[in-house]
Structure formats: structure tokens, C-alpha cells
């Protein structure tokens, strides 16, 4: 089955910062990977999502890469703010009839 | 659009009774529906994937006759967990797919389940 690894476990950053949470997946078959955001006590918000086909997607200050050949995707937060501290999650599934297979999840905390 | 709700967001009970938690997608139709589990600091694990009309898929270890999925309409699922005990005492997420073509799945906001 599929697996996915999320690097770093916590990211702690400057408001104004960029960052860059990184994951790999083992399937070659996949083919779909959304990112969540979960704040504490919620549920997760879907930020973002990349389907194989393209290698790049952006939406304002969030863009998401990926790289088939590699096996591994990333999520680019830019000019953070402390409304993005949260949790964030990626995932992947290999069909739309599929499940997702989260990583662990990483911990972005923004100060001040 | 894309809304899930679930009901209730946060429950206590007694050990050996069962609760009941309601999914519902709120603008769309959802063919599939699945439940997750989520510890204090963890990731997401996935109970099961329930279809409209179908017995549920369950994930290897989690026990059927205890944690029973209905997903009746396009627009409603249910989790009742059943004779609850304090190691069943989690925070359990609903998500939702609209059907054939998306993979998109969008999450309800969580219900914490207390057992006493």
C-alpha cells in the first residue's frame, strides 16, 4: 500500500517568512495529492491540491510542487502570518475511487 | 460550497452505552463518505468508507459490530459506536466525495467523544 512520509514534524517561523513542509510517497500509481490545514479542535480544511499532471499549482500565498520522478511533494506558504499556525497535513490516493494516506503532519507555528 | 456538518461537535457518555454521530454534506450529494479517528497529536486513521446504499468498507482492525456505519441518503452518514469504553474516547472526523470524476474530499468539523 501507500505510504507517506511528511518532513519536518514541527516548523517554526518568522511572520514574513516562507515556509516549505516536504513529503514523498511510496506508489508510483498515485496520482492526487491535497494538503489540509487543521487547527486545533476542528476538522481539516483543504488548502490545496496537485493532480499528476501538472508539476506546479499556486493560489495566492500558498503554492503547491511535485515531482513525479522523485516521488515527492511540497507546500509553499509565502509572507506567513500567524493565522497560519495550524497543523498541516498531505496526502495521496492513486484514483478517484481510492482513499488518501496521510503523513504525519507538521506543526507550523508563525510568531509575531 | 462543499460543506460538511457533523452533530453532535462534542459528546460525553458512560461507559457501555452507544452514541451516535451524524455526517451530513450540506450543498452537495455524496456518494462516498468515510470515518476517520484521530488521537491527541496524530495523524488521521481511517475507519472506514461507506457508499451510498452499501455495507460499509471497513480498515483492517477496526471492528465492525462495534463502530456501525449507515449511509442511507446521498447526504447522510452515520457512526454509532457501540458499548463505548474510555479507550474509545477520540476525535472522530466524517469526509465526504461527491461522486465519480473528483477525488476531492472535503472533512467535517470533528466530533470529541468522551467515555466515562
Known amino acids: 500500500g501507500e505510504n507517506v512520509e511528511q518532513h519536518p514534524s514541527t516548523l517554526s517561523v518568522q511572520e514574513g517568512d516562507s515556509a516549505v513542509i516536504k513529503c514523498t510517497y511510496s506508489?508510483?500509481?498515485?496520482?492526487?495529492f491535497p494538503w489540509y490545514k487543521q487547527e486545533l479542535g476542528k476538522g481539516p480544511q483543504l488548502i490545496i491540491d496537485i493532480r499528476s499532471n501538472v508539476g506546479e499549482k499556486k493560489d495566492q500565498r500558498i503554492a503547491v510542487t511535485l515531482n513525479k520522478t522523485a516521488k515527492h511533494f511540497s507546500l509553499h506558504i509565502t509572507e506567513t502570518q500567524p493565522e497560519d499556525s495550524a497543523v498541516y497535513f498531505c496526502?495521496?490516493?492513486?484514483?478517484?475511487?481510492?482513499?488518501?494516506?496521510f503523513g504525519k503532519g507538521t506543526m507550523l507555528l508563525v510568531s509575531p | 460550497g462543499a460543506v460538511v456538518s457533523q452533530h453532535p461537535s462534542r459528546v460525553i457518555c458512560k461507559s457501555g452505552t452507544s452514541v451516535k454521530i451524524e455526517c451530513r454534506s450540506l450543498d452537495f450529494q455524496a456518494t462516498t463518505m468515510f470515518w476517520y479517528r484521530q488521537f491527541p497529536k496524530q495523524s488521521l486513521m481511517l475507519m472506514a468508507t461507506?457508499?451510498?446504499?452499501?455495507?460499509?468498507?471497513?480498515e483492517q482492525g477496526v471492528e465492525k459490530d462495534k463502530f456501525l456505519i449507515n449511509h442511507a441518503s446521498l447526504t447522510l452518514s452515520t457512526l454509532t459506536v457501540t458499548s463505548a469504553h474510555p479507550e474509545d474516547s477520540s476525535f472522530y472526523i466524517c469526509s465526504a466525495r461527491s461522486g465519480k470524476g473528483t477525488d476531492t474530499q472535503y472533512f467535517g468539523p470533528g466530533t470529541r467523544l468522551t467515555v466515562l
Open positions: 506508489d508510483s500509481a498515485s496520482n492526487y
Open positions: 496526502a495521496a490516493s492513486d484514483s478517484g475511487y481510492s482513499t488518501l494516506t
Open positions: 461507506s457508499n451510498e446504499g452499501s455495507k460499509a468498507t471497513y
